[in-house]
């Protein structure tokens, strides 16, 4: 122990009825434990140990926060805490004294106590608990003098050569709390609140709810089973995990006690315990950070790290309780029931508490992941909009979300999250994520999948990151590669909605029809997944041609989506119907359908694709008001600029015969042309679109190398319409070039891929007599 070690550990203070204690950071009021958050206790530190002096706001934030920029909103927000902690009133300044302009400074006299009586209460290897008590400064200080001496020589050695309880590989299995309390509104929220604060760490890693529910559920358990004791040490195990934390809250009195402890999940030695009071139940969030930064500091976490990354709950994401609580049974039906069932609670805790970032930001990515991308953006806009106050694991997350959903940024969605990674070097969630579009939207395939191994690494159970990197492999036409991950997937007891997706992409990329059919049967024994699989089947069926038996799948598809109430989605798959009938020549239809698309949602990609269907089928007119509010909307949506854009405004011009103007509006789509869609249709638009430009100009040679680029490149093409017109057009492009032999080739490949094709479609019976003219 260090000599300033030692002083402030013989601090204590007394002001009014308070007594403040530094080495303890507790502040007492008759004995009785006052909640504060480390930073507002450090505050009010500051203002004790200079009395009633003047301690201005630049002199507060420097020795408060030494190595990081806050603005005078972070220490007035302290400040108010402070007063509230200390029973102050709006009018009744009694306590601390606001010097306008300059600062503040305490009202009271302090007294530094000369000496007080302490007692062992508990000693283990890595803690000292001494109970203080007020007596006569000596009377009991040889008696206090032989104690310490005792234990000095059993803890030495110990002390003086303490090590950090928790490796820098080391895993921690979360429990949940233990509540004696009879108030159920604890039950979950302790526990997710306790991970919110951990999670801030650099040092901890926790295991993920999704992880601990799939080792649940390889145990014989209910994947949303309570996590007791007992069956968390089977999961330390199982995990190869290093100890648990069990967390419980009682009552005393009028008051609550909240424990933590760390157990060796090999041995069950107790490494770590820590207790802190409440004195209210408005307090208990504020005093689960105590205990959370005590925990860290114990097991080995520097302090200038806990400083660093160190937001009060109540401050950075929510004081709430019942809001807390609605996201936490949110987040556990999320886990073991996906987006749908989740939804209604985190939109509890958003009514709850408005300014709930991290809620707001979850919601946004659920919305996300059920289509719904204008619902996911007003969300992640609101998540962002509060980031000010969140933790600094919380903004990465935030941040995420909006420029992933809400921007559309991948330049900014990919710095965000490598800065989360190098920031949070144990958290695979950001490897998980530039493995997903900031990295394959740009067509980085082989970056994401170096990132989505790095994210297994770090959880061998993260069943997006086997996704990840399963699909990144498809898109570079590695299917072998593809299937081994799914299989390493299938063998860890793994199973997502995206894996059975995949399955069936691979299927149809093998032109396998029994294994397409045993995708969608298993894709229709999940909750939601009649609706999806049908939109899939419909692109493969339209793939071929068999356009009767898509509509029909589509509705199917659209119908699910309304019955779910889920106008987006719904609207996104007519829009992507509409597009399949322009590319076949059904211009009716077409138009139809994109109108249809439109009265449902308005959201990019329903603008995109019912502009595009409008523009194929020559309505100009109504295509343009959509690329107009496209750019106005959307300014900094990579997608939208450099794909969306340069293809509607080059399929406008190319209807009005300028191929020459096409080409060159397309030119910027160039740095991205190549990275895949969120969605089944989209991808590699501005390669076919710059082969009809070529076309309409008669080059049939630059034509046949853009037709050829999509062939290549089927795994990100996929089931969308081009992939299939890729082969008819390429065979015009050989004719234009004079090759009739690869022209004849081009068509017959076309032929084959619509051998079952409904007869009556435009462009089949077009391409049939070209090829007639070719004989």
């Not at 949940?176 to 650099?202: C, H, K, M, V, Y």
């Not at 996300?368 to 007003?378: I, Q, R, W």
């Not at 940024?409 to 999250?417: F, Y």
Request: net charge negative.
């Amino acid at each position: 122990m260090t000599t300033s070690e030692n002083q402030s550990a013989e601090e204590l203070y007394e002001f009014g009825p308070f007594r403040v204690d530094p080495a303890r950071e507790t502040l007492l009021k008759a004995g009785v434990a006052v909640p504060l958050t480390p930073k507002t206790f450090q505050i009010l530190l500051v203002l004790v140990r200079h009395g009633q002096e003047l301690v201005t706001k630049d002199d507060l934030m420097k020795t408060v926060w030494p190595d990081t920029f806050v603005g005078e909103a972070n220490l007035s927000r302290n400040i108010f805490m402070l007063r509230k902690a200390l029973g102050e009133t709006a009018q009744d300044h009694r306590y601390i004294v606001t010097v306008p302009g300059r600062g503040y400074r305490l009202a009271e006299n302090v007294h530094l106590l000369p000496g007080q009586e302490f007692s062992i209460a508990a000693a283990t290897h890595s803690r000292v608990q001494i109970d203080v008590k007020e007596t006569k400064p000596w009377k009991w200080i040889a008696l206090a003098a032989v104690i310490v001496l005792a234990l000095a020589a059993g803890l030495w050695r110990v002390l003086s050569h303490r090590r950090a309880v928790l490796g820098a590989k080391d895993t921690v299995v979360l429990a949940d709390f233990a509540n004696s309390t009879g108030d159920a509104i604890f039950n979950e929220t302790l526990r997710q609140g306790l991970a919110i604060q951990l999670r801030q760490s650099p040092y901890l890693s926790l295991i993920s709810d999704q992880r601990i529910s799939h080792t649940l559920h390889l145990m014989g358990q209910r994947s949303d089973t309570r996590l007791t004791p007992e069956l968390a040490r089977g999961v330390c195990e199982r995990t190869g995990s290093t100890a648990i934390l069990e967390g419980s809250i009682a009552p005393l009195g009028s008051q609550y006690v909240i424990t933590l402890q760390a157990r060796s999940c090999r041995s069950g030695e107790v490494l770590d315990q820590e207790q802190v009071q409440a004195a209210r139940k408005e307090d208990v969030l504020s005093a689960l950070g105590q205990i959370a930064s005590r925990f860290r500091n114990r097991v080995g976490e520097s302090l200038s790290t806990i400083q660093e990354h160190n937001t009060p709950l109540a401050e950075g994401t929510t004081p709430s309780l019942e809001a807390l609580e609605a996201y936490s049974a949110g987040w556990k039906l999320h886990t073991s029931n996906g987006a749908m069932a989740a939804l209604p609670l985190l939109k509890r805790a958003v009514e709850i508490d408005p300014n709930f970032a991290l809620a707001q930001a979850t919601m946004g990515r659920e919305y996300g992941d059920l289509d719904e991308s204008d619902l996911s953006a007003e969300s992640t806009t609101k998540a962002w909009q509060l980031r000010e106050h969140a933790s600094d694991h919380e903004k990465f997350f935030i941040t995420a979300t909006y420029e992933g959903l809400a921007t559309g940024n991948l330049e900014k969605a990919r710095q965000n999250d490598e800065a989360w990674a190098q920031s949070y070097p144990r958290d695979a969630v950001p490897h998980s994520m530039l493995a997903g579009f900031p990295n394959k939207g740009a067509g980085r395939y082989e970056q994401a999948i170096a990132e989505a191994r790095k994210a297994t690494a770090l959880d061998p159970d993260f069943a997006m990151a086997y996704y990840g990197l399963a699909v990144d492999n498809v898109y570079l036409d590695r299917v072998p590669e593809a299937e081994n991950v799914l299989r390493q997937a299938a063998a860890r007891g793994l199973e997502i909605d995206e894996f059975i997706m995949l399955e069936h992409d691979i299927a149809f990329l093998k032109g396998d029809q029994q294994a397409m059919e045993r995708a969608v049967a298993r894709a229709r024994e999940r909750s939601g997944g009649d609706a999806w699989i049908s939109n899939k089947e419909a692109y493969a069926l339209a793939y071929a041609g068999q356009l009767k038996k898509a509509r029909a799948s589509s509705q199917r598809a659209m119908d699910q989506a309304m019955q779910e109430s889920q106008p987006e989605r719904a609207g996104l798959w007519q829009a992507g119907e509409s597009l399949r009938e322009a590319f076949f020549g059904n211009t009716s239809q077409a138009k139809e359908r994109a109108v249809a698309a439109l009265k449902l949602s308005n959201n990019r990609e329903v603008e995109f694709g019912a502009a595009l269907a409008l523009a194929l089928s020559g309505e100009d007119g109504r295509a343009q008001p959509l690329v107009d509010d496209l750019e106005r909307r959307f300014p900094e949506d990579t997608v939208v600029r450099f794909s969306y854009l340069p293809v509607l405004r080059a399929r406008a011009v190319l209807n009005r015969g300028d191929a020459a103007k096409a080409i060159e509006l397309l030119q910027s789509a160039v740095p991205y042309e190549l990275g895949s869609s969120r969605l089944l249709f989209g991808a590699l638009y501005p390669i076919y679109e710059r082969g009809e430009a070529h076309l309409v100009a008669h080059q049939g040679t630059e034509a046949a190398i853009e037709f050829q680029k999509i062939l290549d490149h089927r795994g990100v093409v996929g089931s969308d319409p081009i992939g299939a017109l890729a082969h008819l057009q390429l065979g015009r492009a050989q004719a234009l070039s004079g090759d009739k032999i690869k022209a004849k080739a081009g068509y017959q490949a076309f032929f084959t891929l619509w051998k079952n094709a409904d007869p009556d479609i435009p462009i089949l019976e077009q391409a049939k007599a070209e090829y007639a003219e070719l004989q």
